[in-house]
């Protein structure tokens, strides 16, 4: 197998770089949300819904790279368990980064 290098890293890298987890398919996305002293929600999932100061808004698989504070608000996360029920957790504010299909969210910072 010939692997052609790009900027100090080959092909397959990149290829593998690109490659998001799926179930039956569709994307996914690790999402975390956590506080100092309790992790709420990590693992994989479909979406992730909230509200922030411009608005409610949806996570999905591939989004861009995003940053952003919320309020007070219920996260709603559509997790790949079977059956798919969406978990619920009410927040009383935090701060979310989004990056490379992970999803992590701060909460009381």
């Known amino acids: 197998m010939i692997e052609e290098k790009t900027e100090g890293s080959t092909a397959t890298d990149a ?3 690109t490659q998001t987890a799926s179930k039956e398919g569709k994307p996914t996305m690790h999402i975390k949300v956590y506080s100092p ?3 709420y929600f990590d693992e994989e999932a479909y979406s992730l819904s909230g509200i922030n ?3 409610p808004f949806d ?3 591939h989004h861009h790279n995003f940053l952003s504070l919320l309020g007070a ?3 709603i996360i559509h997790p790949l368990v079977t059956p798919p029920d ?3 957790i009410r927040i009383s504010g935090g701060l979310m980064h989004v990056k490379s299909d992970r999803v992590t969210v701060f909460l009381d910072v």
Do not use: D, W
């Open 73 to 75: 608000c219920e996260l």
């Open 86 to 88: 969406e978990q619920r």
């Open 53 to 55: 100061a411009t608005g």
């Open 59 to 61: 996570i999905l698989p």
């Open 15 to 17: 290829a593998k770089a």
């Open 37 to 39: 002293f309790r992790v």
